[in-house]
Nanobody
Framework: QVQLVESGGGLVQPGGSLRLSCAAS????????MGWYRQAPGKQRELVAS???????NYVDSVKGRFTISRDNAKNTVWLQMNSLKLDDTAVYYC??????????????WGQGTQVTVSS
C-alpha cells in the first residue's frame, strides 16, 4: 500500500499563487506516475497534471502556462506550483499515485484532498 499526504491548500485571491505538496510513503517502489486531480462543486473530477518517475509531464489545457508540476524521487514528493489562479481553479485537489503497470486516468492511490479556494 501507498499513503499520500497533501498539504498547501488554502484561500487565495484571483491572480495569486499557491503551492501544493504531496508526500508518498509505503510501497513507493511500485509507483511510476504521480500527479494531481481536482474536483469542483457540481463538476466531474479531472486530471490537472501528472509526472512520471522519468520526468514526463502532462497538463490539462486549462492550466498550461500557469501551473507547474515537479517531483523529487529521492524524497518521494511531488509539488504543484499554481500561479495566476482563477476563480475556476477552486476545487478540492487530490494527489494521485499510479503503479508502473497502471494508467494515470485510473489512479491506484489517492490522497485525502486539500481545498483550494480562489476568491476575492
Amino acid at each position: 500500500q501507498v499513503q499520500l499526504v497533501e498539504s498547501g491548500g488554502g484561500l487565495v485571491q484571483p491572480g495569486g499563487s499557491l503551492r501544493l505538496s504531496c508526500a508518498a510513503s509505503g510501497s513507493i517502489f511500485s509507483i511510476n506516475a504521480m500527479g494531481w486531480y481536482r474536483q469542483a462543486p457540481g463538476k466531474q473530477r479531472e486530471l490537472v497534471a501528472s509526472i512520471t518517475r522519468g520526468g514526463r509531464i502532462n497538463y490539462v489545457d486549462s492550466v498550461k502556462g500557469r501551473f507547474t508540476i515537479s517531483r523529487d524521487n529521492a524524497k518521494n514528493t511531488v509539488w504543484l506550483q499554481m500561479n495566476s489562479l482563477k476563480l475556476d481553479d477552486t476545487a478540492v485537489y487530490y494527489c494521485i499515485g499510479v503503479v508502473s503497470w497502471g494508467r494515470v486516468d485510473t489512479p491506484d492511490y489517492w490522497g485525502q484532498g486539500t481545498q483550494v479556494t480562489v476568491s476575492s
